[in-house]
């Protein structure tokens, strides 16, 4: 097998079947031994009753000094890829084809035994990652340094924190210097300090021409570390491109998605006066359509429609705008905003909230309305996060705050 | 970074399978000499730290044959058991049974964990798994010869000399192990996919104790039963190995040559069976 001479991985139609069904899983498994150890050809390349493709028809390539982002919803078959990557699972169509040392950060400290010492085990761990004895003593220092678990290292790691565990384990990942990286969620253990160690170790590595793979479902980590990007979905390549390019089209149809997800547990409806009802919350953009998504800064309308079968006298309505963390964004009191809204409120009618500059971060909202009468503590319909919208990322690349205003820097000297 | 030199690894459907026989066999062989520092570690982790939390720590080892030994005394002071003439006293005889008989099951038990032993770490990371089945022999090996040093405890208590074929010992024992770890290997695998066979093959090894002369003198026994056991390779296997020790004599030479040979083909097939199919049977673990 040949590959381009800069190329670490090369996969080509992969593909990868399991099956739901336990018992005739293990059927399979029985036939499949058989037919192996009889030496028989059999077609592994197509489904049999209940099978479904994990992974079907992958194919991507990786070069030296790259890092290949891995997203995609959970069940999508990322770590299927990886677990095939690192000789763990054998494809059942197709092939892959990787060169150099493999190392895995998949769930660090993994072979960690909790009655040895943290020395014993750096030893044990750094033997199966594939160190020899030469290797781990002259990067023994190197480890405890990076790992930075003090006098510990001659404690049993049953006694260590869980924090120091995942430290250790990235340690001697990160030094058994493979020449390809598959990372699957790691990073985002640990406390910040250590992230960010992490984080420059890793492009130390990359500097030095290792390849990454990462699987995360953190689009800002994928955006800062990844140059291009695989998205995975059902098994399938979605899209393959420039990490941007991806990861925002993948944010899209997440906030899309989970916008127009009506069945929710987490909504609350309590109505203390049954002739008062809001009735419900259309999202309007800036030519007055109904839409469930708006693009960062964009003006933002909220119509709140009523129906009051009695007159309300001096009619409150607030709002409040939530992430899905349940942070509250926005929370407006149509009293305190605007004490001449409504002086009595009858019939059917609506109110509208408007902000001029949504200046959020991307990712889904939700919006609770509530209509009191008279005083706050008068609550006669409470709508809690009922309403569900998205905020869509516009241009710019890296977002981290909640508040995404309009900004401007300027230098000057003393 | 040796990229460039690195060689590249190939993963389709049926590479495994594609390997011959024998190539298959070498390159698991090349893989265990390639791994002894691995060996080395695990042996150390699993055979030293496990003890460190036990008070009576590595003296659990020789207090296992000991009892068994001193429930077929208790039986045969009964009267339960009547043994037959063994030539040496029946304490000596049925201690150093049940130490072989021991050193048998120890590894196929070992040998069917090879796969499910390291089951935390098998889907991250990895290693060639064969070198658990030298690890898990390695440590009956060790257990063996502290039973061992019971047992000679016990050969000077009674008075028994044994014979200076006790020196081949390790090479009688062999083909105890590749019977032992072959079927351990089979079950390795089948018992995943199919746990009824390590079941049904726990039931027979219970049953063979008993057709196999552990704890009496196969001459005790009515022709009938004789025919049963002259077909039972492990009957030689272990009689041989007895009988090099306390006599110095080979009962049957040739049956003891055929059973070895038969013991040695049960291995080479399981490797095999291991080597092609271990892959499709780890999807199965999780």
Same mark, same amino acid.
């Given at each position: 097998?040949?590959?381009?001479?800069?190329?670490?991985?090369?996969?080509?139609?992969?593909?990868?079947?399991?099956?739901?069904?336990? =018992? $005739?899983?293990?059927?399979?498994?029985?036939?499949?031994?058989?037919?192996?150890?009889?030496?028989?050809?059999?077609?592994?390349?197509?489904?049999?009753?209940? !099978?479904?493709?994990?992974?079907?028809?992958? @194919?991507?390539?990786?070069?030296?000094?790259?890092?290949?982002?891995?997203?995609?919803?959970?069940? @999508?078959?990322?770590?299927?890829?990886?677990?095939?990557?690192?000789?763990?699972?054998?494809?059942?169509?197709?092939?892959?084809?990787? $060169?150099? =040392?493999?190392?895995?950060?998949?769930?660090?400290?993994?072979?960690?035994?909790?009655?040895?010492?943290?020395?014993?085990?750096?030893?044990?761990?750094?033997?199966?990652?594939?160190?020899?004895?030469?290797?781990?003593?002259? $990067?023994?220092?190197?480890?405890?340094?990076?790992?930075?678990?003090?006098?510990?290292?001659?404690?049993?790691?049953?006694?260590? @924190?869980?924090?120091?565990?995942?430290?250790?384990?990235?340690?001697?990942?990160?030094?058994?210097?493979?020449?390809?990286?598959?990372? %699957?969620?790691?990073?985002?253990?640990? %406390?910040?300090?250590?992230?960010?160690?992490?984080?420059?170790?890793?492009? !130390?590595? =990359?500097?030095?021409?290792?390849?990454?793979?990462?699987?995360?479902?953190?689009?800002?980590?994928?955006?800062?570390?990844?140059? =291009?990007?695989?998205?995975?979905?059902?098994?399938?390549?979605?899209?393959?491109?420039?990490?941007?390019?991806?990861?925002?089209?993948?944010?899209?149809?997440?906030?899309?998605?989970?916008?127009?997800?009506? @069945?929710? !547990?987490?909504?609350?409806?309590?109505?203390?006066?049954?002739?008062?009802?809001?009735?419900?919350?259309?999202?309007? %953009?800036?030519?007055?359509?109904?839409?469930?998504?708006?693009?960062?800064?964009?003006?933002?309308?909220?119509?709140?429609?009523?129906?009051?079968?009695?007159?309300?006298?001096?009619?409150?309505?607030?709002?409040?705008?939530?992430?899905? !963390?349940?942070?509250?964004?926005?929370?407006?009191?149509?009293?305190? %905003?605007?004490?001449?809204?409504?002086?009595?409120?009858?019939?059917?009618?609506?109110?509208?909230?408007?902000?001029?500059?949504?200046?959020?971060?991307?990712?889904?909202?939700?919006?609770?309305?509530?209509?009191?009468?008279?005083?706050?503590?008068?609550?006669?319909?409470?709508?809690?996060?009922?309403?569900?919208?998205?905020?869509?990322?516009?241009?710019?690349?890296?977002?981290?705050?909640?508040?995404?205003?309009?900004?401007?820097?300027?230098?000057?000297?003393? | 970074?040796?990229?460039?030199?690195?060689?590249?690894?190939?993963?389709?459907?049926?590479?495994?399978?594609?390997?011959?026989?024998?190539?298959?066999?070498?390159?698991?062989?090349?893989?265990?000499?390639?791994?002894?520092?691995?060996?080395?570690?695990?042996?150390?982790?699993?055979?030293?730290?496990?003890?460190?939390?036990?008070?009576?720590?590595?003296?659990?080892?020789?207090?296992?044959?000991?009892?068994?030994?001193?429930?077929?005394?208790?039986?045969?002071?009964?009267?339960?058991?009547?043994?037959?003439?063994?030539?040496?006293?029946?304490?000596?005889?049925?201690?150093?049974?049940?130490?072989?008989?021991?050193?048998?099951?120890?590894?196929?038990?070992?040998?069917?964990?090879?796969?499910?032993?390291?089951?935390?770490?098998?889907?991250?990371?990895?290693?060639?798994?064969?070198?658990?089945?030298?690890?898990?022999?390695?440590?009956?090996?060790?257990?063996?010869?502290?039973?061992?040093?019971?047992?000679?405890?016990?050969?000077?208590?009674?008075?028994?000399?044994?014979?200076?074929?006790?020196?081949?010992?390790?090479?009688?024992?062999?083909?105890?192990?590749?019977?032992?770890?072959?079927?351990?290997?089979?079950?390795?695998?089948?018992?995943?996919?199919?746990?009824?066979?390590?079941?049904?093959?726990?039931?027979?090894?219970?049953?063979?104790?008993?057709?196999?002369?552990?704890?009496?003198?196969?001459?005790?026994?009515?022709?009938?039963?004789?025919?049963?056991?002259?077909?039972?390779?492990?009957?030689?296997?272990?009689?041989?190995?007895?009988?090099?020790?306390?006599?110095?004599?080979?009962?049957?030479?040739?049956?003891?040559?055929?059973?070895?040979?038969?013991?040695?083909?049960?291995?080479?097939?399981?490797?095999?069976?291991?080597?092609?199919?271990?892959?499709?049977?780890?999807?199965?673990?999780?």
């Amino acid at each position: 097998m040949e590959l381009a001479h800069d190329t670490v991985i090369q996969v080509a139609g992969l593909h990868k079947k399991f099956c739901r069904h336990l =018992r $005739r899983s293990m059927f399979y498994g029985t036939l499949d031994v058989t037919r192996d150890m009889l030496g028989w050809r059999y077609a592994t390349g197509v489904l049999r009753p209940r !099978e479904f493709w994990a992974l079907e028809d992958v @194919s991507f390539e990786l070069k030296r000094g790259e890092a290949l982002g891995i997203i995609g919803p959970n069940g @999508s078959g990322k770590t299927t890829l990886l677990r095939i990557l690192n000789g763990i699972f054998p494809p059942d169509r197709g092939w892959a084809a990787v $060169r150099g =040392r493999i190392g895995a950060l998949i769930a660090v400290g993994a072979g960690f035994h909790p009655n040895m010492t943290g020395r014993e085990n750096i030893r044990l761990n750094g033997t199966i990652l594939g160190l020899t004895r030469r290797e781990i003593e002259e $990067r023994f220092e190197a480890i405890v340094e990076f790992a930075d678990i003090g006098e510990f290292l001659d404690a049993p790691v049953a006694t260590y @924190s869980s924090g120091m565990t995942v430290r250790l384990g990235f340690a001697i990942a990160v030094h058994a210097t493979p020449e390809i990286l598959l990372a %699957d969620e790691v990073l985002a253990v640990g %406390d910040l300090r250590f992230a960010l160690k992490c984080y420059r170790k890793i492009a !130390e590595y =990359r500097r030095n021409g290792g390849a990454l793979l990462l699987v995360s479902h953190s689009m800002q980590l994928v955006r800062n570390v990844c140059h =291009r990007t695989l998205w995975l979905e059902h098994g399938r390549v979605r899209q393959l491109g420039e990490t941007q390019a991806v990861c925002d089209a993948y944010e899209r149809d997440v906030l899309q998605r989970s916008a127009t997800a009506t @069945s929710r !547990e987490d909504i609350v409806r309590i109505n203390h006066d049954p002739l008062v009802q809001i009735e419900r919350v259309e999202f309007l %953009d800036e030519q007055g359509r109904a839409c469930a998504a708006f693009p960062v800064g964009a003006r933002f309308r909220a119509r709140i429609h009523y129906h009051c079968r009695r007159q309300v006298t001096a009619p409150i309505f607030t709002l409040a705008l939530t992430t899905v !963390e349940n942070i509250t964004a926005v929370a407006n009191y149509s009293n305190l %905003d605007a004490p001449h809204l409504l002086a009595t409120a009858a019939g059917r009618g609506w109110v509208d909230f408007e902000i001029a500059q949504l200046a959020l971060k991307p990712g889904n909202y939700d919006c609770t309305v509530n209509l009191e009468e008279q005083a706050l503590d008068n609550v006669l319909d409470w709508h809690e996060r009922a309403y569900r919208f998205a905020v869509i990322s516009a241009e710019s690349p890296l977002m981290h705050g909640l508040f995404q205003p309009s900004v401007r820097w300027e230098a000057g000297r003393p | 970074m040796k990229t460039a030199a690195s060689a590249v690894v190939l993963y389709t459907a049926d590479s495994r399978r594609r390997t011959g026989f024998w190539r298959s066999l070498a390159g698991m062989a090349g893989n265990i000499c390639r791994a002894r520092e691995l060996i080395r570690q695990l042996f150390i982790r699993d055979y030293l730290a496990v003890h460190k939390k036990s008070f009576l720590g590595l003296a659990w080892i020789v207090l296992a044959p000991v009892v068994a030994t001193l429930s077929w005394l208790f039986m045969n002071a009964a009267g339960v058991l009547q043994p037959g003439t063994t030539g040496v006293p029946y304490p000596v005889y049925v201690l150093l049974g049940t130490t072989l008989w021991g050193l048998f099951t120890g590894f196929y038990q070992s040998a069917t964990q090879t796969l499910t032993a390291a089951q935390s770490y098998i889907l991250q990371v990895r290693y060639p798994h064969e070198v658990l089945l030298v690890k898990q022999a390695l440590e009956q090996t060790v257990n063996f010869a502290a039973a061992l040093a019971v047992n000679l405890l016990a050969f000077l208590w009674f008075g028994v000399r044994p014979s200076w074929l006790l020196l081949l010992l390790p090479l009688t024992t062999l083909p105890l192990f590749f019977l032992g770890a072959g079927l351990g290997l089979i079950m390795a695998v089948l018992g995943v996919v199919a746990a009824e066979f390590k079941r049904l093959c726990e039931v027979a090894l219970g049953l063979m104790l008993f057709i196999t002369p552990v704890l009496y003198n196969p001459a005790a026994l009515g022709p009938r039963f004789q025919e049963v056991l002259r077909w039972n390779p492990l009957t030689h296997l272990l009689d041989t190995a007895r009988s090099t020790m306390l006599a110095g004599t080979v009962p049957d030479p040739l049956a003891f040559a055929c059973s070895s040979l038969f013991a040695l083909a049960v291995f080479l097939l399981a490797w095999r069976l291991f080597y092609v199919s271990e892959h499709r049977v780890i999807e199965k673990l999780f």
